[in-house]
């Protein structure tokens, strides 16, 4: 028989009959699971009949039948209803739980039954009856319920098939829309295991949930509370992000999965519409979740233990897995660790228990005066443990980040150690407790951080050569030298001898040579090359000796002293060029003394005036060094009078008194012109204005004629004369005040006439506070009476009086006129 050739495209044949095969065992799969899972029912149907009716299991299992044929429903629910009319209530306490009043009234009840009836005569009917009138139908629905989901929830084999049996059986109340089942991880994300109605993409993406608190599943977990929610607005505004998730429905209920006094996950159903109301209903929900627990703790084996740590009482034979290898693994620590578990009071965390600590903690705990088995976090560091400790634990419990907190101190004050700590502690979440490893930073410890501070602060790094091994120990800061921050372990020989420009090679391999060969000590300095080009490096080394006197290793530093160097070489490149400089100014200082003596009158030329006797002096700043622009002069006319000029000029130096200069011939020029002294000013501003930006001045320029002692004044950004009477009594001459020449070109100053008395002086100064505040009345206030304090015709003394009343100090100029009508 020969085979035909299949049809083009291939025949479908093979692959229907290999579905319609894949569909049969699946469905042959299914029925065994279901089977299994309502076996558990249907046997405890049958001990009801059998205890009731006195028959056979046999007999018990026929009536089942019966009853399912004649009600047309399902063997599995008759046999769930028969469960529920008997079935406890599941938020009851178990038997095991009463104390023994209760125990003792439930024996009780349990003698006054009426004995069961034999095979031979009918059942009472009163006494069911009595039982089955205690409670409702709709309660004895809800048990049944209750008793035909748990009996399949512990007959499942995978957290699938668990949010399968809750999603698909059949109850009093409305399917879920969405069955999700959670592991607790570790670091407090939450692992997603099982589900019922999520597409396989959105399962995909939630496979891992992060601690974030605006999750409902992630907060009843975190508090342990079962969460009911409503679509309305309190729970809108309590978890904003709910419309957004793919988890959503009328009714959300959220909690965690508890067994013993662990937290091994969380579970989430969803309703499309809302359930009906009553609490009845919620109650039995709710419920469930008890025997979801205990069978995915089952399932879980040894990915999660069942406890932690030996239980008193326990044989160390039945003790789970993490009672055995948790202990070995924190106990082979270098460092104190222990594994802390919340302690709350009010829902409120206050403290932390150590349930278990190595030998290393428990040995800190003892120094501490704290007994290591009932050691708490705030009894071995109260204040450290809830200034920084405490806070910083609780926030790890809520977002599951791992802590790293360096430099902590604890104080023997207030923290029972028995001296200052310097400590460093690494926490990780391990599900609801807190694993910390911590370390007590010794004085070495201490002392290593402290030199590598100096190490780097003074670029500095250390190594360390024993001449039998072929590189050097480097120091960080040394590695950090040669590899600018690059993870390196050592620095090669050749890299060394690389990093040495070629025209100093010699001199350090010489260097080298002698210190090792020789054992004399090394200093060299030498330009850099490769890594280090551009910089400056200088060797330090010292020989070690072993017992023959040979030198057997050598230890030195390495420095970078290019920014010392640099430093240097502007220190010398400053140094020449203020030595320079102190030559320029000592020149400048010559040419501007011997300017101001070209400039100032003598005595002799001061004398040649008619009908008045003029003093003058000008004294340049002694502790500075300084000559600034201030002078006097005092001008015969043609027409017998005399024109009295005071001026100074800003800045100091050789400049100013130039400006000076210019400023004194031009006043005697347009003095010469006989132009009023406001005209004079004027006249002077423009060019000063003109020609010398850079500087400004201030003068007053008056005008005195012997024969009728009248005065003509003008000021510029200078105070007015002061008039002293034969008898010593002084004012302030009233005018007008213009600004400094040089700073308008457009000002235009007036004069200011006044007649003098014969015996009368006047003063014309400038210095200290008179530039800077001419409206300060204390020290012109003491200038005008000057009179009361001195001589007026002894001009030193007056000098003097003027310094002090002005308050001109050691580095200011000061420079004044006392002019005397006869």
């Given amino acids: 028989m020969v085979d035909k050739a299949p049809a083009e495209g291939g025949s479908a044949e093979p692959a229907e009959a290999l579905a319609a095969l894949v569909a049969k065992l699946r469905a042959e799969l299914t029925g065994v699971r279901t089977a299994m899972r309502n076996r558990a029912v249907i046997e405890q149907a049958k001990g009801v009949l059998v205890e009731r009716l006195g028959i056979t299991p046999d007999q018990g299992f026929d009536q089942l039948v019966r009853l399912s044929q004649r009600t047309n429903i399902k063997l599995i629910e008759v046999a769930a209803a028969i469960v529920g009319t008997t079935s406890p209530d599941p938020n009851a306490p178990d038997v095991v739980n009463l104390i023994d009043d209760e125990l003792r009234q439930h024996v009780a009840r349990r003698r006054e039954r009426p004995p069961a009836p034999s095979p031979a005569s009918p059942a009472p009917a009163a006494s069911p009856a009595r039982r089955r009138t205690s409670r409702t139908p709709e309660v004895e629905a809800l048990q049944s319920q209750h008793q035909l989901l748990s009996a399949r929830i512990a007959a499942a084999r995978s957290y699938d098939e668990i949010s399968e049996v809750l999603g698909t059986a059949p109850t009093a109340w409305p399917a879920p829309s969405t069955v999700l089942l959670t592991l607790l991880d570790p670091d407090g994300a939450q692992r997603g295991v099982g589900a019922h109605g999520v597409a396989g993409e959105?399962?995909?993406?939630?496979?891992?949930?992060?601690?974030?608190?605006?999750?409902?599943?992630?907060?009843?977990?975190?508090?342990?509370?079962?969460?009911?929610?409503?679509?309305?607005?309190?729970?809108?505004?309590?978890?904003?992000?709910?419309?957004?998730?793919?988890?959503?429905?009328?009714?959300?209920?959220?909690?965690?999965?508890?067994?013993?006094?662990?937290?091994?996950?969380?579970?989430?159903?969803?309703?499309?519409?809302?359930?009906?109301?009553?609490?009845?209903?919620?109650?039995?929900?709710?419920?469930?979740?008890?025997?979801?627990?205990?069978q995915v703790d089952t399932l879980i084996g040894d990915e999660i233990a069942s406890a932690w740590f030996h239980v008193e009482g326990e044989e160390s034979g039945q003790a789970a897995p993490a009672q055995v290898w948790l202990p070995t693994v924190v106990d082979a620590l270098h460092d104190p660790a222990a594994l802390l578990s919340p302690v709350t009071e009010d829902g409120q965390l206050v403290d932390f228990r150590v349930e278990y600590a190595n030998g290393l903690a428990r040995q800190i705990f003892a120094g501490a005066r704290v007994d290591p088995d009932e050691a708490?976090?705030?009894?071995?560091?109260?204040?450290?443990?809830?200034?920084?400790?405490?806070?910083?634990?609780?926030?790890?419990?809520?977002?599951?980040?791992?802590?790293?907190?360096?430099?902590?101190?604890?104080?023997?004050?207030?923290?029972?150690?028995?001296?200052?700590?310097?400590?460093?502690?690494?926490?990780?979440?391990?599900?609801?407790?807190?694993?910390?490893?911590?370390?007590?930073?010794?004085?070495?410890?201490?002392?290593?951080?402290?030199?590598?501070?100096?190490?780097?602060?003074?670029?500095?790094?250390?190594?360390?050569?024993?001449?039998?091994d072929p590189e050097p120990r480097c120091s960080p800061e040394l590695i950090r030298l040669f590899h600018g921050g690059r993870d390196a372990a050592r620095v090669p020989v050749e890299e060394l001898t690389a990093s040495v420009h070629p025209d100093d090679l010699l001199a350090v391999q010489d260097a080298v040579r002698r210190?090792?060969?020789?054992?004399?000590?090394?200093?060299?300095?030498?330009?850099?090359?490769?890594?280090?080009?551009?910089?400056?490096?200088?060797?330090?080394?010292?020989?070690?000796?072993?017992?023959?006197?040979?030198?057997?290793?050598?230890?030195?530093?390495?420095?970078?002293?290019?920014?010392?160097?640099?430093?240097?070489?502007?220190?010398?490149?400053?140094?020449?060029?203020?030595?320079?400089?102190?030559?320029?100014?000592?020149?400048?200082?010559?040419?501007?003394e011997a300017l101001q003596r070209a400039l100032l009158p003598t005595d002799p030329e001061l004398g040649h005036l008619d009908g008045v006797e003029i003093c003058g002096r000008c004294r340049s700043p002694e502790r500075v060094g300084t000559i600034d622009g201030d002078w006097y002069d005092a001008t015969a006319l043609p027409d017998g009078s005399t024109v009295l000029v005071l001026g100074d000029v800003d800045e100091q130096g050789l400049?100013?008194?130039?400006?000076?200069?210019?400023?004194?011939?031009?006043?005697?020029?347009?003095?010469?012109?006989?132009?009023?002294?406001?005209?004079?000013?004027?006249?002077?501003?423009?060019?000063?204005?003109?020609?010398?930006?850079?500087?400004?001045?201030?003068?007053?320029?008056?005008?005195?004629?012997?024969?009728?002692?009248?005065?003509?004044?003008?000021?510029?950004?200078?105070?007015?004369?002061?008039?002293?009477?034969?008898?010593?009594?002084?004012?302030?001459?009233?005018?007008?005040?213009?600004?400094?020449?040089?700073?308008?070109?457009?000002?235009?100053?007036?004069?200011?006439?006044?007649?003098?008395?014969?015996?009368?002086?006047?003063?014309?100064?400038?210095?200290?506070?008179?530039?800077?505040?001419?409206?300060?009345?204390?020290?012109?206030?003491?200038?005008?009476?000057?009179?009361e304090h001195v001589d007026l015709s002894d001009f030193d003394a007056v000098m003097t009086h003027l310094i002090g009343a002005l308050k001109v100090a050691d580095d200011e100029d000061v420079c004044a006129m006392l002019i005397h009508v006869r």
């Fill in 202 to 294: 959105v399962r995909s993406r939630w496979s891992r949930i992060p601690p974030d608190p605006a999750l409902p599943l992630v907060v009843a977990v975190r508090d342990a509370e079962t969460l009911w929610l409503s679509a309305d607005d309190e729970v809108t505004r309590r978890f904003p992000v709910i419309g957004q998730l793919p988890f959503n429905g009328a009714t959300i209920l959220a909690s965690p999965l508890v067994s013993g006094e662990r937290i091994i996950g969380g579970i989430l159903l969803t309703w499309a519409e809302a359930l009906p109301d009553g609490e009845e209903l919620r109650r039995y929900v709710t419920a469930l979740l008890e025997p979801v627990a205990r």
């Fill in 376 to 468: 708490t976090l705030l009894a071995a560091y109260p204040a450290l443990g809830s200034a920084t400790l405490l806070p910083e634990f609780a926030r790890l419990l809520q977002d599951g980040q791992p802590r790293r907190l360096e430099g902590l101190r604890a104080d023997p004050r207030t923290d029972g150690v028995p001296g200052p700590q310097t400590l460093s502690v690494h926490a990780v979440r391990l599900w609801d407790r807190v694993f910390a490893v911590w370390r007590v930073a010794t004085e070495a410890d201490l002392m290593y951080d402290q030199l590598l501070q100096a190490e780097r602060i003074a670029g500095i790094g250390s190594f360390c050569w024993e001449l039998r």
């Fill in 515 to 592: 210190t090792i060969v020789e054992g004399r000590h090394l200093l060299a300095e030498a330009r850099g090359a490769g890594r280090v080009n551009g910089r400056r490096l200088r060797l330090t080394a010292e020989p070690i000796f072993d017992d023959t006197g040979t030198v057997s290793a050598v230890r030195g530093t390495v420095q970078d002293v290019t920014e010392e160097r640099a430093i240097e070489a502007r220190l010398r490149r400053a140094e020449e060029a203020l030595a320079a400089q102190r030559h320029r100014l000592a020149d400048e200082r010559r040419a501007a």
């Fill in 655 to 787: 400049s100013s008194m130039t400006t000076a200069a210019r400023l004194r011939y031009a006043v005697r020029a347009y003095a010469m012109l006989d132009m009023s002294p406001g005209d004079i000013l004027t006249a002077v501003n423009g060019m000063l204005c003109a020609m010398e930006v850079e500087h400004t001045a201030c003068l007053v320029v008056a005008r005195l004629s012997p024969e009728t002692r009248e005065l003509r004044w003008a000021a510029a950004g200078q105070v007015a004369p002061i008039r002293y009477t034969a008898t010593g009594q002084g004012s302030v001459l009233s005018g007008p005040l213009g600004l400094p020449l040089g700073e308008v070109a457009e000002m235009r100053y007036t004069d200011t006439t006044v007649t003098l008395e014969q015996g009368d002086r006047m003063l014309l100064y400038t210095g200290g506070q008179a530039r800077v505040d001419r409206r300060r009345s204390g020290g012109l206030d003491l200038v005008r009476r000057a009179g």
